[in-house]
């Protein structure tokens, strides 16, 4: 082939390639900071956002974290300390996390559906907590602001 063939067939190839379309960025991947939790019980609504207690969920590509600790703990042996974690999916606005790791047993192997919405800096996370096993069937809505590197 001619060099001036060559050339012409390597910007075409170039000029598609540029075409494709990119993945969708995953608006949920980062670290978030809780600031806001409530739950809601039949027809009662009540805060379970503890000040003394930081919350930190970390989100990659195919998994999340979770864990929170006392900010300023006991020098006895009562600092409480919890995490968990798995894979999770989003659809949409659809969030499921298949909770595959806590430090309750009796949570795992269990998937919880939320909607997530996120402005600006805020994730905020709702949806139906409910283990028929444990007698747990509530609402939860989170909030959480984006941590900065």
């Known amino acids: 082939m001619k060099l001036k063939t060559k050339l012409m067939l390597m910007l075409s190839f170039s000029a ?7 993945e969708k960025e995953n608006p949920l991947i980062g670290t978030w900071q809780l600031v806001s939790a409530e739950t809601i019980e039949k027809d009662t609504s009540f805060s379970t956002f503890n000040p003394k207690v930081q919350m930190i969920k970390i989100i990659n590509p195919t998994h999340f974290a979770f864990m929170s600790h006392v900010v300023n703990p006991a020098k006895d042996s009562t600092n409480s300390f919890s995490a968990g974690g798995g894979e999770y999916t989003l659809v949409d606005s659809v969030y499921t996390e298949n909770l ?8 795992e192997n269990n998937k919880f559906t939320f909607t997530v919405k996120i402005q600006n800096d805020t994730l905020i996370q709702k949806g139906i907590e409910k ?7 509530h609402v939860i809505i989170e909030k959480y602001v984006k941590v900065k590197k």
Do not use: M, S, T
Request: aromatic share 14%; proline share 5%; hydrophobic share 40%.
């Open 100 to 107: 595959q790791y806590f430090i309750d047993k009796n949570w």
């Open 16 to 22: 598609i390639l540029a075409c494709q379309p990119k």
């Open 131 to 137: 283990i028929e096993k444990l007698g747990i069937d």
